[in-house]
């Protein structure tokens, strides 16, 4: 099992940056993809991005390619979501999640381990 927990939400006038981090727990030892997802109210969850273990592959969604970097920190069990540039419409819930099979899918339901999400709202 991996425990993930997420920080660095929060309230952001559109143009500015936040950082998200996103530590695991537990069976941390195994190499996972790690990945961001968001869902605001009334809509589906959507894929963000994306990284693998080998090789450190990112995935963008394409409304923030150019903008969010996804990077981790495996030495300290840590992914990070860097937001910049942010929009109204970025405004959601983020949540992180881990694939045991080390593959990022652009569909929530193939991910295996979620974190409790983070709120963030872009005002404009």
């Known amino acids: 099992q991996v425990q993930l927990v997420e920080s660095g939400g929060g309230l952001v006038q559109a143009g500015g940056s936040l950082r998200l981090s996103c530590a695991a727990s537990g069976r941390t030892s195994s190499r996972y993809a790690m990945g961001w997802f968001r869902q605001a109210p009334g809509k589906e969850r959507e894929f963000v991005a994306g990284i693998r273990w080998s090789g450190g592959n990112t995935y963008y969604a394409d409304s923030v390619r150019g903008r969010f970097t996804i990077s981790r920190d495996n030495a300290k069990n840590t992914v990070y979501l860097q937001m910049n540039s942010l929009k109204p419409e970025d405004t959601a819930v983020y949540s992180c999640?881990?694939?045991?099979?080390?593959?990022?899918?652009?569909?929530?339901?193939?991910?295996?381990?979620w974190g409790q999400g983070t709120q963030v709202t872009v005002s404009s």
């Open positions: 999640a881990a694939d045991r099979a080390d593959e990022v899918a652009g569909i929530w339901s193939y991910w295996d381990y």
